[in-house]
């Protein structure tokens, strides 16, 4: 008696298939990489439609080979005894041969592939350095003077040159629509090269790090904004200087003979000179281009939900309408009464005193902070609630930050018990308010 009844399992097996041919349909994939948006992705692309069209017909063709076999040679009742046949030339030479030709087809343009994609990057393109931290990426523009974190801007048409470093573990940078994926590995620089097609006038899409890197792996993400040359020379003039709309100028015009003071000496200022210096002087209000809120797409928006339960972030969001962006500035920029290091020990704000060298910063560079659309390497969105809180508790929000703890009576991790003393709802919501100034 047989237990094997292919009926039995035949309304299953019509499911599963009708399951996956709906999947089929769906025409909504926001980070697939079968995208033919750049010259990297489509040499890519091409390679892997080769591969998967030679290998569906091996495999159609060894599956029909087999079930020809088995239902041609099956044993039969009363049927003669299978003949055993010592080998057959024609036969060998004939499935050694053709997996050679067909490995042939394979290897021709994988090789290609390789040279093509290894390539010098041509003369002329736009340099990009991205240096991956634990756990958020650092963009570098050296021939314009920006730096920027976790939002990664590139001009339409023109070809762009990845240098890759890491400042510890391995990280691997990939965003999967414009193709591309490459390891940062420790002592060690890579490089990468891809043009975005000119038809991207202005698009948005995600990046991720997609080499295991840590406890906050899955949480090291970025938003890469392809744009428009004009506005990516908006964008890239305006992100080299120092922050309009801020408390502090760049540079106040002096009276004659006296000494020029810029924003970094009035960083060393107590407040009452540096707010009288401010307010004598004009400030530049003029932004350049950032990607309109109202036009990313909803697969860039960040959709991680906030800490619930025991470690809920409480914060009086009434409070951040009325935030003072000087006394915002103040606090950051000196915290030595709270017994806290100050912010710029491990972030630079471009116009204030520097107390760490830039290349050297262990947190994102802060200076446009108020143009981005995220924050915590791309996993929140950087509206003034998100902001409050991830300044409150930021390793409650993402695992293995390590970004202080500064709200009093938060939970810190490193320690393993509530802080006695901390910034309280009133001074984190000015220090939001002056993050928020910097555009």
């Not at 401010?278 to 400030?283: C, E, K, L, N, Q």
């Not at 950032?290 to 009086?316: C, R, Y």
Request: charged share 15%.
């Amino acid at each position: 008696m047989s237990f094997f009844r292919p009926r039995r399992y035949a309304p299953a097996l019509f499911v599963a298939v009708a399951l996956l041919a709906l999947a089929a349909c769906g025409d909504q994939y926001p980070n697939s990489t079968f995208t033919h948006l750049t010259d990297n992705n489509r040499t890519i692309s091409a390679l892997w439609d080769r591969l998967m069209f030679l290998g569906t017909g091996v495999f159609v063709f060894v599956e029909a080979l087999l079930i020809f076999t088995i239902i041609k040679f099956r044993k039969r009742p009363g049927g003669p005894k299978a003949k055993q046949i010592h080998g057959h030339a024609a036969l060998e030479i004939t499935w050694t041969v053709i997996p050679a030709l067909i490995l042939v087809l394979i290897a021709v343009p994988t090789v290609q592939a390789i040279y093509t994609t290894q390539a010098k990057a041509p003369d002329g393109s736009l340099k990009v350095e991205v240096i991956g931290h634990q756990w958020w990426w650092e963009f570098r523009y050296p021939e314009l003077g920006v730096v920027t974190a976790n939002e990664l801007y590139l001009p339409a048409g023109r070809t762009v040159s990845f240098q890759l470093n890491t400042r510890d573990v391995l990280h691997s940078f990939w965003t999967p629509q414009l193709g591309g994926k490459r390891d940062l590995i420790s002592n060690r620089t890579n490089w990468m090269w891809y043009t975005p097609d000119r038809s991207l006038a202005e698009n948005a899409y995600n990046g991720f790090c997609v080499e295991y890197c840590g406890t906050s792996h899955a949480n090291m993400r970025f938003r890469t904004f392809v744009v428009s040359e004009d506005k990516f020379e908006s964008w890239a003039k305006h992100q080299a200087g120092i922050a309009a709309g801020a408390p502090v100028p760049t540079a106040v015009a002096p009276a004659a003979g006296a000494p020029v003071v810029t924003g970094a000496a009035m960083a060393g200022m107590k407040m009452p000179a540096a707010a009288a210096v401010a307010s004598a002087a004009p400030v530049e209000e003029a932004v350049g281009y950032t990607f309109p809120l109202d036009k990313l797409p909803a697969h860039v928006v960040p959709t991680t939900p906030m800490p619930t339960g025991e470690s809920t972030i409480k914060f009086d969001d009434a409070l951040l309408a009325s935030g003072n962006a000087v006394a915002g500035r103040e606090l950051l920029t000196n915290m030595a009464n709270l017994g806290k290091a100050p912010c710029l020990t491990c972030h630079v704000i471009k116009g204030e005193m520097a107390m760490v060298k830039d290349d050297q910063a262990k947190g994102p560079n802060l200076t446009h902070f108020g143009a981005r659309h995220t924050l915590g390497g791309g996993l929140f969105s950087s509206d003034p609630a998100t902001l409050a809180r991830w300044i409150k508790n930021a390793p409650a929000m993402k695992p293995g930050s390590i970004m202080p703890t500064l709200g009093a009576g938060e939970y810190n991790a490193m320690i393993k018990q509530k802080l006695a003393s901390g910034l309280d709802d009133r001074q984190i919501a000015d220090i939001v308010a002056y993050l928020k100034s910097l555009k």
